[in-house]
């Protein structure tokens, strides 16, 4: 399954894992890809593009997926975005929900991570959002679907990363930054799927909780309405695993995935 392509390669990808499987490891900000369409509307020159995109990617989570999905037992599915999120971010509420739309970045972001203008301040957002966003969550929401259907349950483990040092767009930036902050949702996140992250990821460092980002993805046809679709943010403090910002992977990878084919394991039992 791939998104619509013009001028882009396929802006999303469903890799698939065991059938028995109910886990989709979801990958929504890895990519550093933005096509040239896209990239005519960001005012940024192109030195100043890549040091944001080192700021906002979340540097090679797609591989610690894959590489957890090769250790797995049962392999999971992989959902991974292929473009970057300054194209649109898909985990984002494309309306006023949207609490990052005080910072300027809703589903498409107007500013960058040092609150510099990235768009103009006017741009619509309609457009992208129509061509990027929602055929990647109508592709997230029948990949869930389908899990449910083939194996009743769903659970979404979403792989991001951040830096050690809060940068100036986060709203939360003033609490605990562990080497791995675990993301719950009151009604997604059961007690004994957060019980199986903290042990799978134990050998990581401290694990944290909804510090320094909170909640999960879920799409919006189950959100709040299926329990049977469990959720939880993965979020891994970039030090521990690659040089900052936007550098290379390092030793810490490989433990890291490890971990996460644990957690992927235990889930998948």
């Known amino acids: 399954m791939t998104g619509p392509t013009t ?10 894992g065991a059938g028995d499987s109910p886990v989709i490891l979801h990958v929504p900000h890895s990519a550093r890809e933005i096509p040239p369409a896209v990239r005519a509307g960001i005012v940024l020159d192109d030195d100043a ?11 090679h989570t797609a591989r610690i997926a894959e590489e957890a999905a090769r250790l797995a037992s049962v ?12 194209v649109v971010d ?10 990052m739309l ?5 589903a498409v972001y107007t500013r960058t991570t040092h609150r510099a203008p990235l768009r103009p301040a006017d741009t619509d957002p309609g457009p992208l959002v129509e061509r990027y966003f929602r055929p990647y969550a109508r592709a997230m929401t029948e990949a869930v679907a389908d899990r449910l259907a083939a194996t009743g349950r769903a659970v979404i483990i979403d792989v991001h990363s951040y830096p050690t040092a ?4 986060e709203l939360h930036g003033e609490g605990p930054r562990p ?4 993301g719950t949702d009151a009604f997604h996140t059961p007690p004994e799927l957060l019980a199986k992250a903290r042990e799978a990821f134990e050998e990581c460092g401290e694990t944290g909780l909804d510090s320094p980002f909170s ?9 709040r309405k299926r329990p049977e679709v469990g959720a939880l943010m993965v979020e891994i403090r970039r030090d521990t695993y690659m040089t900052e910002p936007g550098g290379p992977a390092g030793p810490g990878l490989p433990r890291l995935a490890a971990a996460l084919a644990a957690l992927v394991d235990a889930v998948s039992r």
Not at 91 to 98: K, Q
Not at 215 to 223: A, H, K, M, Q, R
Request: glycine share 4%; charged share 30%; with cysteine.
């Open 215 to 223: 909640g999960t993805y879920v799409p919006l046809e189950f959100y």
């Open 179 to 182: 080497p791995v902050c675990l």
């Open 49 to 59: 593009l890549e040091r944001e995109l080192d700021h906002i990617t979340d540097a």
């Open 166 to 169: 809060a940068l100036p767009y």
């Open 75 to 86: 392999a999971p599915w992989r959902f991974v975005n292929r473009l970057s999120r300054l």
């Open 7 to 16: 001028d882009a390669p396929p802006s999303f990808e469903l890799l698939p």
């Open 102 to 106: 005080a910072v300027g970045m809703g």
């Open 90 to 99: 898909p985990e984002r509420f494309p309306d006023e929900r949207e609490e």
